[in-house]
């Protein structure tokens, strides 16, 4: 069974920086592509940012684009995603999410939606940004 499990979420300025991490358990953690997804009150999820099974693909939504980065660390069973220049707009609940997704769909990342093979989620670590 799959555990999916973030941490970092926490209250911070406009403009501020927090870091996201997230690992899963009970599986060979390097056959998982990974993704940030979030969900502010009364929106739907959208999905922020994913990283393939070796990191060497990534995707971005537009609205974080230069500010967000996500990366992992295989060898310690961790991904991350440093947020920077944080703006109130990126309150949310931030949600991860893995699943076993070939490299034929990570490398034409642009043609799939964020969700795409996302089948394993965490329970969310909230993020609060103020002005």
């Known amino acids: 069974q799959v555990q999916v499990v973030e941490s970092g979420g926490g209250s911070v300025q406009a403009g501020g920086s927090l870091r996201l991490a997230c690992t899963i358990s009970?599986?060979?953690?390097?056959?998982?592509?990974m993704g940030w997804f979030r969900q502010a009150p009364g929106k739907e999820r959208e999905g922020v940012a994913c990283?393939?099974?070796?990191?060497?693909?990534?995707k971005y939504a537009d609205s974080v684009k230069g500010r967000f980065t996500i990366s992992r660390e295989n060898p310690k069973n961790m991904m991350y995603l440093q947020m920077d220049s944080l703006e109130p707009e990126d309150t949310a609940m931030y949600y991860c999410?893995?699943?076993?997704?070939?490299?034929?769909?990570?490398?034409?990342?642009?043609?799939?939606?964020?969700?795409?093979?996302?089948?394993?989620w965490g329970k969310g670590t909230l993020v609060t940004v103020s002005t």
């Open positions: 009970g599986v060979k953690f390097d056959d998982y592509a």
């Open positions: 999410a893995a699943g076993r997704i070939p490299a034929v769909i990570t490398n034409n990342w642009e043609r799939y939606d964020f969700e795409y093979g996302m089948n394993n």
């Open positions: 990283i393939s099974w070796s990191g060497g693909s990534t």
